[in-house]
């Protein structure tokens, strides 16, 4: 008999629908509920992906006996962490200045009034080195909240009074100068692994936010330490196991130091984010290397996340069915010799063998192989390793593939937009354009309504309940920028004005200038987040200050670039002292230190072959942040385009920066020196 959850539009919600546990969204009537039972709330959140969630909920909360334990002693709540990014900040916050630590499956108890008392992640079946079993902690909650009810509640108000003493308010603060942002590259210097690339130890992640900046920072300073940082991290990700090397894209982490075995679960954000870092690598350098990925990137996303609607869905599971019925990490991805030899043949397996680092004993689990790209003097044969390649790849399809999360979110789709814009407009692959175009259409025709607010997910062509946080409002605004910058249709960059009003009327303290995660008219938890740290994606702060500027960068309005600035004080406080957790927001400071620069290109036509050249030239200009507008000299689409007239009858562009511009220019070689000075 399903439960509550069956009428969610969530996978991860779905996924619990037929649990014995009488589970129920987040909604008010279930703390109606426990305070009409008189009974605590046992919320639980992950989201689809998350291995440990599905371990626990096979565990624990498929099992008869454990369900009726929860069913009689406490209302149980389920949330999607990727749907209420708010639910999930708040609690998390709560978590880890509680434990010092926190991650998902996370298990909180909570009084009626949604005020939480006890915390942890996954806990058990059975007692396990120190831990306590899931039933011995229902058990243990349930007799506190019996016989010392007094001292719960007293526990839940510390723990509300003390998350709201946590305000955060650096608004007042200056935009970060040169000192700051060379304190932020020694800082990272510092924490950089010069044999592996990346910063920190096992688990590593990919630092996609951070190495923007350090593209940025090298772009605008000509710092060849940033570059290098840069360069060598992406190379060892692109030749590591957490890059998938038969069809391209990124694994969530590497569970070791060496980027070799991948916790194979597969985010839209990781992927938007590292196509757009490849391809602006490729713009700084050139890389053959990062031009593969990048494509490969965005063509994964493309092949394998897009939904029938044309947004993105959320990732790939982990796991998959091994072929014996077992839900087995990495079986999708991993490779025996034995397998190898199947699918190819003798020769060309002692081949792949050589070229993907398989080994006999295996570097993942049971003999298997993640495949990589071990760096080997002198070049492979091309031709053979994209037959191998093709080979293996048709033979992976056969396999029983990883679970999708179909939810389309707003926040991942415009960082998907971005990179899917620039990809294809660097690359002339327009298939790419369209498909960011098709996914910009999806949000504003589902998401977005006639006050153009967000809704957060949308499914199989259905939009959510949930509204969008900041986090949605500022990275649909940067695709769509982007998106104006590629197409020259300026209708994108109206939306993206609608979205950063938003962020300035409900998001923003009118006096400090700090940002809220949620709304002024949100639905109110037991305190507002607000976080400005960089983490897996861009946090909405940093995120909307990078909106805020270049929006204000293409139509000259004050507020919004006073917004921007009074956002980044934030970045000053920090990125000094934290700079692998405020990457994002570093970027944004490179670009506000650059201008950053407005470039608007006029021509007869879009298609006029000189208009198209300097078009083209302006989208690959590394100087941070910089915007760009093409038109013709008549259109109204782009503030940037207005008085700027072609120059002796021939397209031209116009540079400028600071309110200070350059003489227009009919050249490419000009305008590209220009771009890059």
Not at 41 to 61: K, P, R
Not at 92 to 112: D, H, K, S
Not at 113 to 119: M, R, T
Request: proline fraction near 6%; charged fraction near 25%; include cysteine.
């Amino acid at each position: 008999m399903p439960n509550r959850l069956a009428h969610e539009t969530s996978p991860y919600l779905l996924q619990h629908a037929d649990n014995p546990v009488d589970w129920w969204p987040w909604t008010e009537e279930a703390f109606e509920e426990a305070r009409k039972r008189n009974v605590p709330v046992l919320l639980s959140i992950g989201y689809s992906s998350c291995h440990w969630c599905h371990v626990m909920a096979h565990e624990s909360f498929e099992d008869q006996e454990t369900a009726e334990y929860l069913n009689a002693h406490y209302v149980n709540v389920k949330v999607d962490r990727e749907e209420r990014p708010d639910v999930d900040a708040v609690y998390m916050e709560a978590v880890q200045a509680a434990t010092g630590q926190g991650g998902w499956p996370m298990t909180v108890f909570l009084t009626p009034e949604a005020e939480p008392f006890y915390f942890g992640t996954y806990f058990p079946p059975a007692p396990r080195q120190g831990m306590p079993s899931f039933r011995q902690v229902l058990q243990g909650v349930h007799q506190a909240w019996d016989e010392r009810r007094d001292e719960v509640t007293e526990v839940a108000g510390k723990i509300v009074r003390d998350l709201a003493g946590r305000e955060i308010s650096y608004g007042d603060a200056q935009t970060p100068g040169e000192e700051e942002l060379a304190q932020a590259l020694l800082g990272l210097t510092r924490e950089y692994d010069p044999q592996r690339g990346g910063f920190g130890g096992a688990p590593k992640f990919p630092p996609s936010m951070v190495l923007e900046f350090l593209l940025r920072h090298h772009a605008r300073t000509g710092a060849e330490g940033a570059l290098q940082m840069a360069q060598d991290t992406c190379e060892r990700m692109a030749r590591g196991g957490i890059y998938d090397q038969l069809g391209g894209g990124f694994a969530r982490y590497s569970v070791d130091r060496d980027w070799v075995v991948p916790h194979f679960e597969k985010m839209l954000y990781d992927n938007a984010l590292l196509c757009r870092v490849y391809a602006h690598l490729w713009r700084a350098t050139g890389s053959e290397l990062a031009r593969r990925v990048a494509l490969e990137t965005a063509d994964f996303m493309v092949r394998e996340l897009r939904t029938n609607e044309g947004g993105f869905a959320s990732a790939l599971d982990a796991d998959s069915d091994d072929g014996t019925g077992r839900h087995v990490e990495g079986a999708y991805y991993v490779w025996t010799p034995e397998q190898l030899r199947e699918v190819l043949g003798e020769q060309d397996a002692d081949f792949a063998v050589r070229h993907f680092g398989v080994t006999e004993e295996g570097t993942f689990e049971e003999g298997a192989s993640v495949l990589q790209l071990p760096v080997r003097d002198g070049l492979a044969d091309a031709e053979k390793v994209a037959s191998v390649r093709e080979r293996l790849l048709a033979a992976r399809s056969e396999r029983p593939a990883p679970g999708r999360d179909d939810k389309v979110v707003a926040a991942w789709n415009g960082l998907a937009i971005a990179a899917l814009a620039e990809t294809g407009a660097y690359f002339d692959r327009p298939d790419l354009v369209e498909a960011a175009v098709a996914a910009a259409d999806l949000l504003v025709r589902l998401h977005l309504d006639e006050q153009a607010r967000l809704t957060r997910t949308s499914k199989d062509g259905h939009a959510g309940a949930n509204a969008g946080v900041l986090e949605d409002y500022a990275d649909v605004a940067e695709g769509f920028l982007a998106l104006a910058s590629v197409t020259g249709e300026g209708v994108w960059l109206e939306f993206a004005g609608f979205l950063v009003d938003h962020v300035l009327a409900r998001f923003t303290d009118p006096e400090s200038g700090s940002l809220y995660d949620t709304a002024a008219d949100a639905e109110r938890l037991i305190r507002r987040p607000q976080d400005p740290t960089d983490n897996a994606a861009p946090s909405g702060w940093s995120a909307a200050a990078g909106a805020l500027l270049g929006y204000a960068a293409h139509t000259g309005s004050e507020p919004h670039r006073t917004a921007a600035e009074k956002a980044l004080g934030v970045v000053k406080a920090l990125g000094p002292r934290v700079p692998r957790f405020i990457g994002w927001g570093l970027a944004v400071a490179e670009a506000v230190l650059d201008g950053p620069r407005e470039v608007a290109v006029v021509g007869p036509s879009l298609d006029d072959e000189g208009t198209r050249s300097l078009h083209r030239t302006a989208l690959l200009g590394t100087a941070p942040g910089a915007v760009v507008a093409v038109g013709t000299p008549q259109s109204d689409e782009f503030p940037l385009l207005s008085d700027r007239p072609l120059v002796g009858g021939e397209p031209a562009a116009y540079v400028c920066r600071n309110f200070t511009c350059d003489a227009p220019t009919t050249e490419v070689e000009r305008l590209r020196a220009v771009l890059s000075d």
